[in-house]
């Protein structure tokens, strides 16, 4: 069992920052990839970014390309997702994930265990 849990939402202007944690507990993720969704609401969820599980691989989605960088803590088993430039369209209540391989993956399915959210809200 992997618990997970995401901090650093809220409520932010357009074109400013905020930054996403999730801390995990359970198990350790060293060595495995780990993922950030969002939803918005009447949405599916859909795919923002994954890490692989040594850090040196990264995916990310289009939409939040150059904008967006996620990084892994291995020390303090916790993922991050800087967010810059943030735009209302990236409004959603954003999840962690772990998934048990080591290569980053886009697809929701593939993730075993999820966290609650942390709402982000931009403002136009």
């Known amino acids: 069992q992997v618990q997970l849990v995401e901090s650093g939402g809220g409520l932010v202007q357009a ?7 999730c801390a995990a507990s359970g198990r350790t993720i060293s060595r495995y990839a780990m993922g950030w969704f ?16 040594s850090g040196g691989m990264t995916l990310y ?15 303090k088993n916790s993922v991050h997702l800087q967010m810059n430039s943030l735009k209302p369209e990236d409004t959603a209540n954003y999840y962690c994930a772990w998934v048990p ?7 929701p399915a593939s ?8 709402q982000v809200t931009v403002s136009s």
């Not at 074109?15 to 944690?21: A, E, F, I, V, W």
């Not at 989605?61 to 020390?75: E, I, L, Q, Y």
């Not at 391989?101 to 886009?106: A, D, L, Q």
């Open 15 to 21: 074109g400013g920052s905020l930054r996403l944690s």
């Open 101 to 107: 391989y080591n290569i980053p993956v886009r697809t």
């Open 61 to 75: 989605a289009d939409s939040v390309k150059g904008r967006f960088t996620m990084s892994r803590d291995d020390a």
């Open 38 to 53: 969002r939803q918005a609401p009447g949405t599916e969820r859909e795919f923002v970014a994954a890490v692989s599980g």
């Open 111 to 118: 993730y075993d265990y999820w966290g609650q959210g942390t």
